[in-house]
Structure formats: C-alpha cells, structure tokens
C-alpha cells in the first residue's frame, strides 16, 4: 500500500513538471523619444531598425509625444535611422539590439552640439549656428503659413469673396507686417471691393484703407530694395504697386495723385511704360483733363506704336476741343489720323464703329490700308 501511494505521487510530481512548459524569450524590445533640433517632439516620424546581417527592416512611428516603442524585434545589430518625410534626420550605426528593452533617443540638438565639439567648432559658434538654423526654419514656417493664406485669399478674390479675402489677409499682416505682398494684395481686396459698396462712405473708406495699403507694401518694397541690389524684377513689382495705387487714387477722385504714381510706375518699369502712360490717360480722361490726357496717350504711343487703344482715346480727347463753324463741326488737326490709325490697327476692334461714327461726324473719311485691293505691278 505505502509502495502504491509513493508511486502516485510521483505521478503526480512528473505530470506537474510536463503540464507547464515554460516559454524562453527570443525577441527584444525598443523604445525612445525624438526630438528636433528646438527640443520640441518630433511627430508624425518613423524610425527605422535596419538589421545589418539579414537587412530586415522595422519601422516604428512616433506618436505626438515624439515617443515611439516596438515589441518583436530579433537579436542581432542595427542601423537606427530616423526619417521625417521620406527624410533621414539622423541615424546610429551599429546598435546592438538583445532580448533586454533598449532605449534610443534622438536628440536633434545634442547631436549637433557634439558633431560641432568634434569637429572644432565652439560652444559660442556652435549656438550661433544654432540659432541660426531655428531662425531659419522659423522663416520657412512663416512662409509656408502666409503662402497658405494667400493662396485662400487668391481663391476667395477670384470668386469675388472680397469680404473673406481681406480678413483671411489682415490676419496674414498680424502674423507679419513686414511682407510688401501681403499689404499689397490686401490694398487689392479693398479696393477691388470698394464699388460694391452701396454705402458711399464706406466706399470712400475702402478707397483710403486700400491708398493706406498700398503706401506701406511700397514703403516696405522700396526698404528691401535698398538692401539689396536692384533688379529689373523688383522694379516691376514696385512699378505694380504704384499703377494699383495710381488706381485706387484715381477711383478716389484724386486725379493729380494718381497721375504722380502712374508716372512713377512708367518710369520703373520702361518695358512696360505704354500701359502705364495708357492708365494715366484714362484717369485724366475722366476727371476732364483734356490736354493732359492726349499728352499721356501720346507718351503710350511714343513708348508702343501699335497700342491701338491709345489713338482710339487719343481722338476721343480731340474731339472734346472740336468747335463748331455753322453746323460743321470742326475737329483740331491730328483728330482724323487718331481714328484712321486704330482702325488700321484694329479694322474690327471694339472701338471701330465708334471710331468710323467719329469720323463721319468731322466730315472726314476713312483711310487705311485695310481692305483696300494692292494695285497688281506690270
């Protein structure tokens, strides 16, 4: 009996030995927290384990702590890089990875002072450096955020969503009032939004803010230009700022202002002087300037003979000093040859049945080339 009893009990003795098999661990685990060069989590990042005997490839993504873990990883050594982008960022080579948990950080900022250490560089180099790649980067955020505002406030424009393109602009000057283009699209909205207005002193407002506007995004322009070396480009630009600015004057009933900032867009931008001195025209034309504004079109003329517009308003100001002889109307010399030349020009523009009425109504007739039948050479 007492043999029967020892042998049950090492039955059972043997049965709890084999019931509870015990697993052995054959995997590691990584973990570590991202930082970027201000200190700040870097987010949205992947950090890739590379095995350097099998090159099997583990990637792990950083939550919004810039931490990141990752159970499973074999045994064996890594290449550790960090990615941003499709970027690499930094990598460590090397890493040895067992069954215990490993910690890697990378420390965008550390590295770069201890890369700077090796190769020389002093702690006090070291932080101008430093800082200025934050003010860099800084700017490339700015920029990136204003382009994002313009591009929105481009859309809304376009669509004649004036009210929204100027607050989505004004909260583009508060994050950067330095920014010529900024105040100078913001001059545009205003203005442009300025004859929907049924109330006249609110168009009067917008006309002046947009005048306001426009003043500061050349004030700012012509800064830059004097720290830099002038191109033919940045003279367009500003020459762009003084013919919207000459408009907005204009449409404010300050002819003589507007005439200055149209002469000075001319002057900046010589290329493109015939449409500017045509602006300039049309401005003295509808606030009655007669003889300024032949002399403004005549300079448009001078600056591209085939601007066909500009004889067309050219005689349309001649006329206005035609007199009356009897019931003959009498036009000043150069009236007929205006009208003649934009329809040689423009034989079926906008302007030709208007500019042939004209003629007719000096008794003068119609003499281009256009349509007339080339005498055959014998």
């Known amino acids: 009996m007492k043999q029967k009893v020892a042998v049950l009990m090492l039955f059972a003795l043997a049965t709890a030995l084999f019931t ?29 384990l590379t095995s350097q005997e099998t090159g099997r490839k ?22 550790v890089a960090l990615l941003k982008d499709g970027k690499e960022l930094f990598h460590y080579g090397n ?86 283009l900024l105040w100078f699209k913001l001059a545009d909205a205003y203005r442009a939004s300025a004859p929907k207005q049924t109330d006249l002193a609110e168009r009067t407002k917008r006309l002046e803010t947009a005048i306001s506007d426009y003043q500061k995004a050349i004030d700012l322009k012509q800064k830059a230009m004097e720290a830099a070396p002038k191109t033919q480009d940045a003279n367009k630009q500003l020459a762009a700022y003084y013919n919207n600015l ?28 015939a449409m ?51 019931d003959k109307m009498v036009a000043p010399d150069g009236t007929s040859e205006a009208f003649n030349k934009y329809l040689d020009l423009q034989p079926t523009g906008q302007f030709a049945e208007p500019a042939k009425q004209m003629l007719a109504s000096i008794g003068a007739t119609v003499e281009t080339s256009f349509g007339k039948k080339k005498s055959s050479k014998k």
């Open 20 to 48: 509870t098999p015990a697993f052995t661990q054959t995997t590691g685990t990584v973990k570590g927290v991202c930082k970027d060069l201000e200190g700040k989590p870097i987010t949205g990042a992947v950090v890739q």
């Open 58 to 79: 583990y990637e792990i993504k950083t939550n919004n702590n810039g931490e990141y873990f990752s159970l499973g990883i074999s045994p064996g050594k890594y290449t």
């Open 95 to 180: 890493v040895p990875v067992g069954l215990d948990e490993v910690t890697i950080d990378f420390d965008l900022k550390k590295e770069q002072a201890q890369g700077a250490q090796q190769q020389g560089v002093s702690p006090e180099q070291q932080k101008k450096i430093q800082e200025q790649q934050e003010k860099a980067a800084k700017e490339t955020n700015t920029v990136k955020a204003l382009n994002e505002k313009l591009a929105a406030a481009t859309q809304a424009s376009t669509a004649g969503d004036y009210e929204t393109a100027i607050k989505v602009l004004t909260e583009a000057t508060q994050t950067d009032a330095t920014r010529d």
């Open 246 to 273: 000459g408009d907005a004057y204009a449409r404010a009933g300050k002819g003589e202002e507007a005439t200055k900032a149209l002469s000075q867009a001319a002057q900046l931008d010589p290329p493109n002087a």
């Open 276 to 326: 500017y001195y045509f602006n300039l025209g049309a401005v003295l034309t509808n606030v009655g300037k007669v003889d300024d504004a032949i002399a403004a079109f005549d300079k448009a003329i001078a600056a591209d003979p085939n601007r066909a517009d500009a004889y067309y308003f050219k005689g349309v100001n001649l006329m206005g000093k035609a007199t009356l002889k009897g």
